[in-house]
């Protein structure tokens, strides 16, 4: 198991960008997947981005080409650098691992 912190979030405006860092509690490079998530109230929680240990990464088609996902395994952190933000990303981002582990989650609020 690993603990998760986020932090990053707030408020910005359309066009704007935010970058979201997790904290993991261990080594993550043993951690093959790593990622965001994203959910707003009423919602199921949904993918934004992954990457493996391997630097491998997937996105969701709605944040391709304006958010990007890395990691630093030596510092046990990763990243999600959001660009282009729109009002629909309004939403609690929430870092996972062995997509079983979350964290507590970020608030983004993008106004329009």
């Known amino acids: 198991q690993v603990q998760l912190v986020e932090s990053g979030g707030g408020l910005v405006q359309a066009g704007g960008s935010l970058r979201l860092s997790c904290a993991a509690s261990?080594?993550?490079?043993?951690?093959?997947?790593m990622g965001w998530y994203r959910q707003t109230p009423g919602k199921q929680r949904e993918l934004v981005a992954t990457i493996t240990n391997g630097g491998s990464t997937n996105y969701a088609d709605s944040v391709k080409g304006r958010f990007n996902i890395s990691r630093d395994n030596a510092k046990n952190m990763v990243y999600l650098e959001m660009n282009s933000l729109k009002p629909e990303d309004t939403a609690v981002y929430y870092c996972?691992?062995?997509?079983?582990?979350w964290g507590q989650g970020t608030q983004v609020a993008v106004s329009s």
């Open positions: 996972m691992a062995f997509f079983t582990s």
């Open positions: 261990r080594n993550i490079f043993s951690i093959r997947t």
